[in-house]
């Protein structure tokens, strides 16, 4: 299979402006009092989050990529329309968790994040079975985050 170059960079380059402009919120607050006051017991250090999320979002760009490269021309805005805005509840969860530091609002918003993926997964799986099987671990990883949210929030 011949890679394209253009929409692979254009993919990776989505995700990855998505995943810094969360990251801004992020960073800042991991080692806030905050943070350290609310998180669960039960989470993984905090070396682990960065690492995972570049997997995650390397994965959910390779997605991106092999369901564009494989879609008809109509399938093409519907992957524009789960894509974007699974990537815009991404970024928002992280506004309202870390920026607004409201744990009940972002689990709340954390469900619409998980069901958006549940669409990604299920929109690409017609389209392209290896793009939809690459989400399943940012699905997995992202249930687990809404346990965490969830302790934090109604703990």
């Not at 092999?66 to 928002?92: D, M, P, Q, R, T």
């Not at 309202?96 to 929109?123: D, G, V």
């Not at 389209?127 to 929030?153: C, D, E, Q």
């Amino acid at each position: 299979m011949k890679i394209n170059w253009k929409v692979l960079s254009v993919s990776l380059i989505a995700v990855y402006f998505v995943a810094l402009i969360g990251g801004l919120f992020t960073s800042s607050s991991v080692n806030s009092l905050w943070y350290n006051s609310v998180k669960p017991s039960i989470t993984p250090p905090n070396y682990v989050f960065p690492i995972v999320w570049n997997v995650l979002f390397f994965l959910i760009a390779l997605s991106l990529y092999l369901s564009w490269i494989s879609a008809k021309k109509k399938s093409k805005k519907k992957i524009v329309f789960v894509f974007g805005l699974n990537l815009f509840l991404n970024f928002l969860w992280s506004a309202i968790f870390f920026a607004m530091q409201n744990p009940l609002l972002a689990f709340f918003e954390l469900i619409l994040l998980w069901l958006s993926i549940i669409a990604m997964i299920f929109t690409t799986y017609r389209i392209n079975k290896t793009s939809s099987y690459l989400l399943i671990p940012y699905f997995l990883w992202v249930s687990f985050a809404g346990i965490l949210n969830y302790l934090i929030a109604f703990a």
